[in-house]
């Protein structure tokens, strides 16, 4: 791939992987540094589940709000106080699974930590794989900002957090054409959790048998490469870009992180990068649910400067 006004792309770092590394690499279960694998992702849906539970038994909430009119085209919506208030920064999170697993119903971590410090807080479901195509579910979650934008047009921003796979449909957000949805969301911040960036390395791995990705389905919805291509920021609203990724994710999840972050800065946005000391791809994501972690109080010093 040739970068405009940069000449040939260098050779990826993951391409000198083997294909036994590289399964390995982009295996998120196997570098947990605390429990075994299996452990790992039972807890991570309990503990998901929980604060779900949680959230829609103490909060103020819209639930199964329809943004779309395809079956898993929902989402739920928390609120601050008792009353639906519409003059509020709202935080929408995508949760991750690798493109083919996960719930809005068990994606609800952030909601206590945040709707306590007056943020409304979405949790947006969108169609997996084997049913969604990675195409439909990046036109899934631009409907589901167009859709809180327009409900709720006095909001006081519209930040986006996704973890994983959702870090990757946040990021997608960046090279939306919101032209065409007759709207531009009040985006102010977007929050990018241990994602990944260029898919190409997911083709060639066990990941992409539900996904079925060509090579040309990654380079299309890569926004490393996407952005790379644009050198320069597109026109909008300035958002602040917050780029984080666990100490223990694998060192492809490192280089993917880092690689956006640059890119982003490159390309103008205000952007910063972070690596959150001492948790791996799914204890980063846990941290959320409590108001003193080091990610929460990131997201929130993020939200709160820019009101």
């Not at 929980?50 to 929902?74: C, F, I, N, Q």
């Not at 007759?182 to 990941?207: A, C, M, R, W």
């Amino acid at each position: 791939m040739e970068v405009p006004g940069r000449g040939p792309r260098a050779e990826a770092p993951w391409k000198r992987l083997s294909a036994e590394e590289l399964e390995r690499q982009y295996c998120p279960s196997r570098w947990v540094i605390r429990r075994g694998a299996e452990e790992t992702l039972k807890m991570y849906s309990h503990l998901g589940d929980k604060a779900t539970k949680k959230a829609r038994a103490t909060r103020k909430s819209l639930l199964h709000v329809p943004y779309g009119d395809g079956e898993g085209e929902k989402l739920d919506i928390y609120f601050p106080g008792e009353v639906a208030a519409e003059a509020l920064p709202f935080c929408l999170f995508l949760h991750g699974g690798y493109w083919q697993s996960g719930s809005k119903d068990m994606s609800a971590f952030m909601v206590d930590p945040l709707t306590a410090r007056g943020v409304a807080v979405v949790v947006v479901a969108y169609d997996i794989a084997p049913k969604g195509t990675l195409d439909q579910m990046i036109n899934q979650v631009t409907r589901s900002v167009v859709f809180v934008q327009k409900k709720y047009p006095c909001n006081e921003g519209l930040y986006l957090c996704g973890h994983s796979a959702g870090a990757h449909l946040a990021a997608m957000m960046l090279l939306a054409n919101w032209t065409k949805h007759g709207v531009t969301p009040n985006l102010k911040g977007f929050f990018l959790v241990s994602g990944i960036y260029d898919l190409e390395p997911i083709v060639h791995t066990t990941q992409n048998a539900p996904l079925l990705l060509t090579p040309e389905d990654a380079r299309r919805n890569s926004p490393q490469l996407l952005l790379e291509a644009a050198l320069t920021r597109p026109s909008g609203p300035a958002c602040h870009m917050l780029v984080t990724v666990g100490q223990h994710d694998s060192p492809e999840f490192h280089r993917q992180s880092r690689e956006i972050f640059q890119t982003l800065r490159r390309g103008g946005w205000d952007a910063s990068f972070e690596e959150i000391h001492n948790v791996d791809h799914f204890e980063i994501i846990w941290s959320l649910t409590q108001q003193d972690s080091v990610l929460t109080q990131m997201i929130l010093s993020t939200i709160f400067r820019e009101l």
